[in-house]
C-alpha cells in the first residue's frame, strides 16, 4: 500500500505563490507516475500537473502551464507543486496522487490520493 502526505496550500493573494509538497510511503517501487489535481466546489476533478519518476517527464494542463512547476526529489519520493501567479480561479482542494500505469493528466483509475489541501486566492 501507498501512503501520500500533503502539506502546503492556504490562503494567498491574487498574484502570489504557493507551494504545495506530497510525500509518498510504503510501496513507492510500484510506482510510476504522481501529480496533483484539483477540485473546486461543483466541479469536476481535473489533472494539472504531473512527473514521471523515471526519466522525469512533466505535463501540465492548459490553464497552469508557464504557471505551476512540478519537481521532484526521487530519493525521498516527494514532490511539489510550485505555484505562482495564482489567481481567484485556482481556488481548489489540490490532491497528490501517485499511480502505476502511465502518466497522464487523466484521474488513474488505480490511483492512491492523499487527504487534499486547500487553496484559495483571495
Known amino acids: 500500500h501507498v501512503q501520500l502526505v500533503e502539506s502546503g496550500g492556504g490562503l494567498v493573494q491574487p498574484g502570489g505563490s504557493l507551494n504545495l509538497s506530497c510525500a509518498a510511503t510504503?510501496?513507492?517501487?510500484?510506482?510510476?507516475?504522481m501529480g496533483w489535481f484539483r477540485q473546486a466546489p461543483g466541479q469536476t476533478r481535473e489533472g494539472v500537473a504531473s512527473?514521471?519518476?523515471?526519466?522525469?517527464?512533466?505535463y501540465y494542463s492548459d490553464s497552469v502551464k508557464d504557471q505551476f512547476t512540478i519537481s521532484q526529489d526521487g530519493a525521498k519520493n516527494t514532490i511539489t507543486l510550485q505555484m505562482n501567479s495564482l489567481k481567484p480561479e485556482d481556488s481548489a482542494t489540490y490532491y497528490c496522487a501517485a499511480w502505476a500505469v502511465g502518466c497522464t493528466l487523466v484521474v488513474p483509475v488505480y490511483g492512491h490520493w492523499g487527504q487534499g489541501t486547500q487553496v484559495t486566492v483571495s
Open positions: 512527473i514521471a519518476f523515471f526519466g522525469g517527464m512533466t
Open positions: 510504503g510501496k513507492t517501487n510500484v510506482l510510476n507516475c
